[in-house]
């Protein structure tokens, strides 16, 4: 069974610093695609970015908002996904999941971790 | 970068009926790369249907989806009391950005 299990998530000021991680179990994480998406309060989905596998090059895209702020990092020895945030505005508030993505042609988000709180507040 | 229009925002619907959801694209997609996703109140999301019409294991078959081009539609046939919750399309285009429909409610009429 996949599971996906966030933590790090809490309470911040604007301008802080804050590091998720994704502990993956279930599957072969070091083959699989991965994506970190999030949900503000009473919103919709939003993507935050995604990084492949090493093997396709382990190469990360990012979405606008969190363009040059957030980063992305896996470490296949630990199964574990990183999303390393800086410089975090009050917008950044949200629930933050992290997902498998599909890397075989659909580019499906295939499966999703509980989430994260983020709370970016003075 | 495209966008996904999702339409109605809210369907209020009686259970045993048939819903129908749209996603609208703002430019022509491939259907390899459209996605369905359900969200209950205090759930994470979870997929329903990829390349716009195959369902994800263990997705019942009153879910189904249809659609080319920039029109997409998630059918739910006999609505169930467990149905009632929120769904969101997604796309993923050639230059690595995903994108989600601003979701639609389907509440109990």
């Known amino acids: 069974e996949v599971q996906l299990v966030e933590s790090g998530g809490g309470l911040v000021k604007p301008g802080g610093s804050l590091r998720l991680s994704c502990a993956a179990s279930g599957f072969t994480f070091n083959n699989a695609w991965m994506s970190w998406v999030r949900q503000a309060p009473g919103k919709g989905l939003e993507w935050v970015g995604r990084?492949?596998?090493?093997?396709?090059?382990?190469?990360?895209d990012y979405g606008a908002p969190v363009k040059g702020r957030f980063t992305i990092s896996r470490d296949d020895s630990k199964n574990t996904l990183y999303l390393q945030m800086n410089s975090l505005r009050t917008e950044d508030t949200a629930v933050y999941y992290c997902?498998?993505?599909?890397?075989?042609?659909?580019?499906?988000?295939?499966?999703w971790g509980q989430g994260t709180q983020v709370t970016v507040s003075s | 970068e495209i966008v996904l229009t999702q339409s109605p925002g809210t369907l209020s619907l009686s259970p045993g009926e048939r819903a129908a959801l749209s996603c609208r694209a703002s430019q022509s997609v491939s259907t390899s790369y459209l996605a369905w996703h359900q969200q209950k109140p205090g759930q994470a999301p979870r997929l329903l249907i990829y390349g716009a019409s195959r369902r994800a294991t263990g997705i019942p078959d009153r879910f189904s989806g249809s659609g080319s081009g920039t029109d997409f539609t998630l059918t739910i046939n006999r609505l169930e009391p467990e149905d009632f919750a929120v769904y969101y399309c997604q796309h993923y285009d050639s230059s690595s950005a995903l994108t989600f429909g601003g979701g639609t409610k389907v509440e109990i009429k």
């Open positions: 997902v498998t993505l599909d890397s075989s042609g659909y580019f499906s988000l295939d499966y």
């Open positions: 990084i492949k596998r090493k093997t396709d090059g382990g190469t990360t």
